[in-house]
């Protein structure tokens, strides 16, 4: 079929196409989204017309996807007409079953009302044939709950009577029994009247049974008298004035006993456990010699004996529910302590710590074994502990747990734990002692196999079994004791072993030789000119300063492992104590001051191998101070005093490093802190290089030859932490930086230098180009090595404060210390002659760390210079260099 022809078959009008949609858009019912998916769920279907998002167009673009599917659209619009017909059907018959709801709704609702009524009916008629049943059944049972009544009283009074009954006839024969010790038959009568005499408790007001109940009182306490009376006889010492009870009767007593009131049990036990005693108390008094600590062991194995005879013999009279072993054990530990407490008080005078730890050791063993045997209920032990068992963690020295028992005697020793204290005080100061000798004796490095003294390890090891065995005599005040002894002699050790073992630089020069050198100064005051050369020369001679061995730096790096080690072990050592002390003492005990004091010794033993380097390269320094940079005429390889710096990095680094193999990190930090202080004096030294010539030109060869050199250095202080070494580690990165950003510091100052000064502005620019963040003092020497005249100083500091000003007002670069501005505002004030030699005292201050602190000394030497600086001068300035000479060495020789 073509295409017209589908046209013609389904004609389709655009007006009413238009008035349809209109008319199904306003008709259209909107669903929420919950009822349909209820519709879903009850119209479950598969037609795509179904779907809420219907698109006809869609729709038959998948019916008819291309012109060849057109030709079974007759069948297609023949079916879909079926479908509007089936559907045209069923809302027809839809309609017409809602047009008969109403009627049939109406019909129904009148059928319910008269079935309501109905049943309303038959409800009323139930309810009025209850009531009258209900009256008939209150009639029928009249007389039935009267019965009911009459035998519930009945049955009362004959119950009442009969315990009566059973109350004065058992009076009576308990009367009977009583006088003749009968008490195996006592003890069943006896607990049936004192029952029945509880039930006539409510009557007592009536005055037969009020009589009655006084009768079973007076038994009771006749009972108790009798039987205590009985007691006494059978167990006393002298012979019996009468009868003597059996054991069995002794046995069928106590079961008496245990129905009478409590208070006559425990008077009876308490007698009873004293007369136990009392051969204890007479064998041990504080006058008998066998009571001394000497003999402890004697007094737990009395008892021990006693309590086998005492079973044997009398086991079977007491109830076990007495627990009168225990009972004995208790009054026996209560005895003992207060015994000990007393004759150890008297002559504490003759107690050591010997005689004290073997009385304790033994009283704890003694204790042990007793929680072994008893369960501790006498001492008001809860069921938990009762049940606990003594059991020591396999692979620990940890002590027995010990449970009710624990301190029943031992108590009394800790108020003379004190000498134990004072004897581990003695003994840590004979082993520190020991240590000091060891420490002046060589250190076998080789031998040894490691670098941490062997006597650290013996200190602490020493440290946990006192703490152990404290642990075990008490974990109160003797604990806290004991930490304080642990705190001073972990001091002694750092500064007695550690720092008195660490190898010092000492200087060569004299004190003598100096005063007489001032001396000299001060008497060739007015030839001063000539005379500075002479001293300088012997300054520089007598200023050689001495270097570590390769034994000493050894043993510098041991000092420094072991205080590391000693820093990680004390911090062990603070928290096994806190865990061990109780928690009263936990905030006390505080071990920082001691950690402080083991990181100061590793800081100085830092300190120390960074002088004895920095010391290697001092005489290289020197070297490039008096090389005449502006008359090299050519560049070659590496100046000498580098290749004397790098030969100083190797003989000295590879020995520090293999050292301190086991603490990389303090390497490391040795590392940071040399370039932190060779760098700064390198740069110091930069500045008195002179690179102008005669005419006032830069020696462009010189200043190349220094950057070259400069260069080389750089490339040598990155390679120090792993200089002389065959595996060839990544220096860390923070080390990198450091060295990277300091070094091309140096750089930019040659490149500085290099820079023409004409003219002015394009030499400030480039300055503040090269080196953003320099100063006015920096900036200074570098006209001086320049040899900018003062006056031209002058106008180029007044250039420079202005460019750097605007500068930074732009945002180019930081502006300089507004501290370091003011101090050198001054500096270039008087005459070229007057500021010259404070210039050279500014340029050799900065070359040691301490340059900031005035003394008395140095003062003189200022003035000295001030006097100097007006004095009359040879034409080529030779004087004010050896003066600017002299006071550098002079401010180096007293710091």
């Not at 009972?223 to 006494?232: N, P, R, Y």
């Not at 079977?316 to 209560?334: A, H, K």
């Amino acid at each position: 079929m073509s295409e017209a022809a589908v046209a013609v078959a389904v004609p389709v009008p655009v007006e009413t196409e238009a008035s349809t949609e209109k008319m199904v858009a306003n008709n259209k019912i909107h669903f929420s989204k919950e009822v349909k998916q209820v519709i879903d769920k009850v119209l479950k279907t598969e037609d795509p017309m179904d779907a809420p998002d219907f698109n006809t167009v869609d729709y038959i673009n998948q019916l008819f996807p291309n012109e060849q599917s057109l030709v079974g659209i007759d069948e297609t619009i023949q079916k879909m007409q079926c479908e509007v017909s089936l559907i045209d059907d069923n809302i027809r018959s839809v309609v017409r079953g809602q047009t008969n709801t109403g009627q049939d709704g109406q019909l129904a609702l009148c059928e319910a009302q008269k079935v309501i009524s109905s049943l309303f009916s038959h409800i009323i008629d139930v309810k009025t044939r209850a009531e009258r049943t209900e009256e008939m059944v209150k009639e029928i049972t009249r007389d039935i709950k009267q019965l009911d009544c009459a035998k519930r009283n009945l049955t009362s009074a004959i119950t009442t009577l009969n315990h009566l009954h059973m109350l004065v006839g058992g009076i009576e024969s308990l009367n009977t029994l009583i006088e003749r010790r009968s008490y195996g038959e006592i003890l069943n009568p006896l607990q049936a009247i004192t029952e029945v005499n509880q039930h006539f408790q409510q009557f007592s007001d009536i005055e037969e049974i009020k009589n009655l109940s006084q009768s079973v009182d007076k038994i009771q306490v006749t009972l108790a008298q009798q039987i205590s009376e009985d007691f006494k006889e059978a167990f006393a010492a002298t012979k019996p004035t009468g009868h003597r009870l059996g054991l069995n009767q002794l046995g069928d007593a106590c079961k008496v006993m245990s129905v009478l009131d409590p208070k006559v049990k425990k008077e009876l036990l308490k007698w009873f456990i004293g007369q136990q005693l009392e051969e204890y108390m007479h064998l041990f008094h504080e006058n008998q010699d066998i009571a001394w600590l000497d003999k402890i062991d004697k007094r737990y194995a009395w008892l021990k004996r006693h309590l086998l005879d005492f079973e044997d013999k009398y086991g079977p009279v007491f109830p076990l529910d007495w627990e009168v072993s225990e009972r004995i054990t208790v009054e026996f530990c209560r005895q003992t302590r207060d015994q000990l407490a007393q004759i150890m008080a008297k002559r504490s005078n003759e107690i050591d710590v010997r005689l004290l730890l073997f009385a304790i050791n033994k009283t704890q063993a003694f204790e042990q074994l007793l929680s072994k045997r008893f369960t501790g209920v006498t001492l008001g032990a809860t069921p938990a502990e009762q049940a606990r068992v003594l059991v020591q963690p396999s692979g620990t020295d940890a002590p027995l747990t010990i449970t009710v028992f624990h301190d029943q005697i031992g108590q009394c020793f800790k108020a003379h734990l004190d000498i134990y204290i004072r004897s581990i005080d003695r003994n840590l100061s004979e082993l520190m002692d020991k240590f000091v000798e060891m420490s002046r004796e060589p250190y076998k490095f080789a031998e040894a196999k490691t670098t941490v003294y062997p006597s650290s390890g013996d200190l602490f090891v020493f440290y946990k079994k006192c703490m152990v065995q404290c642990n075990q005599l008490s974990n109160e005040q003797p604990m806290y004791d004991l930490a304080l002894v642990f705190k001073k002699y972990l001091r002694e050790y750092a500064v007695k072993v550690l720092e008195g073992s660490t190898p010092k630089l000492v200087p060569i020069t004299t004190s003598s030789s100096i005063g007489k050198s001032v001396s000299m100064l001060t008497r060739d005051m007015q030839n001063l000119s000539t005379a500075a050369g002479q001293v300088f020369h012997n300054f520089l001679k007598e200023g050689d300063t001495q270097r570590f061995t390769r034994d000493d730096l050894v043993r510098i790096c041991c000092v420094l492992t072991t205080g590391e080690y000693c820093l990680e072990t004390v911090q062990q050592l603070e928290d096994k104590l806190k865990e061990k002390v109780t928690a009263g003492y936990v905030a006390k005990i505080d071990m920082s001051e001691e950690k402080d004091v083991f990181h100061r010794i590793i800081s100085n033993c830092i300190q120390l191998l960074v002088q004895d380097l920095e010391a290697g390269c001092e005489t290289s320094l020197q070297a490039m101070a008096k090389v005449q940079w502006q008359h090299i005429n050519n560049v070659g390889d590496q100046s000498a005093f580098i290749n004397s710096i790098c030969s100083n990095f190797k003989q000295t680094v590879p020995t520090i490093r293999d050292t301190l193999a086991s603490s990389r990190k303090y390497f490391t930090q040795f590392c940071h802190r040399f370039v932190a202080a060779f760098i700064p004096k390198f740069i110091n030294v930069l500045y008195r290089c002179k690179l102008t010539l005669s005419d006032g030109s830069n020696n462009v060869l010189g200043c190349e030859q220094l950057l070259l050199d400069t260069h080389s250095l750089k490339t040598a202080l990155l390679e120090l932490p792993s200089v002389g070494s065959s595996v060839n580690r990544k220096a860390p990165t923070s080390y990198t930086k450091v060295v990277v950003k300091d070094m091309t510091r140096a750089e930019m100052i040659i490149k500085v230098v290099m820079t023409p000064v004409q003219p002015p502005a394009h030499f400030t620019q480039q300055v503040l180009k090269l080196l953003p963040d320099i100063t006015i003092a920096e900036y200074q020497k570098i006209l001086d090595m320049k040899a900018v005249k003062r006056v031209d100083q002058l106008q180029l500091i007044d250039l420079f404060k202005h460019t750097a000003s605007a500068a930074a007002i732009s945002g180019l670069i930081e502006p300089a210390a507004s501290g370091d501005e003011d101090a050198e505002q001054t500096a270039p004030a008087g005459t070229a002659d007057e500021a010259e030699p404070s210039t050279a005292a500014a340029d050799s201050t900065t070359t040691t760390t301490s340059a900031s602190s005035a003394t008395p000394k140095r003062a003189f030497i200022f003035s000295v210079g001030s006097f100097t600086g007006s004095a009359d001068k040879n034409a080529d300035g030779s004087s004010q260099t050896g003066i600017r000479k002299l006071e550098s060495l002079l401010k180096k020789r007293f710091p």
